[in-house]
């Protein structure tokens, strides 16, 4: 949902009124990060709740804290990441469609592939899926979907 705002901020020149009017543009984008960044500590506690709520002891116990650190680095590194994106987009509908689908496919199909490829047993197919993980993990979902 971010993305959708962001891109429709700056098609209607939000960011500009705001430094004509006085603001400080590290303040204005500091106040953005840290907004962003704080509304991803209820979802990530949620996420433990119901982790525990359908008790899968995986994530539990020593392990709990780790799940739950490891979603809130995910909402430090998916901001900016959003943030760069929202400036390859006009309409803020396909901003955030296309943001869902390259999400989803970096954290799904990207994820399957890399362990289809660690399990068969082919040299020369491991070396690319090597090469290939270094590319994905330049897209935060990828990288939470790896971490788990």
Not at 58 to 87: C, E, H, K, N, R
Not at 89 to 100: C, D, K, M
Not at 138 to 147: I, N, Q, V
Request: glycine share 4%; proline share 4%.
């Amino acid at each position: 949902a971010y993305i959708a705002l962001l891109v429709d901020e700056r098609m209607n020149m939000v960011k500009h009124q705001q430094l004509v009017s006085g603001m400080d543009i590290i303040s204005y984008w500091t106040g953005n990060y840290i907004f962003d960044v704080a509304s991803i500590l209820m979802p990530a506690t949620l996420c433990i709740i119901y982790v525990a709520c359908f008790g899968v002891d995986l994530f539990l116990g020593d392990a709990a804290f780790a799940t739950w650190f490891t979603i809130v680095m995910y909402g430090f590194a998916i901001v900016p990441f959003t943030y760069l994106a929202s400036m390859f987009f006009s309409s803020p509908g396909t901003a955030q469609a296309l943001t869902i689908f390259i999400y989803l496919v970096a954290a799904v199909i990207a994820m399957i592939a890399a362990w289809i490829m660690d399990i068969i047993p082919d040299e020369r197919l491991n070396n690319t899926n090597q090469t290939m993980k270094i590319i994905y993990r330049f897209f935060p979902p990828f990288c939470l979907s790896d971490a788990f």
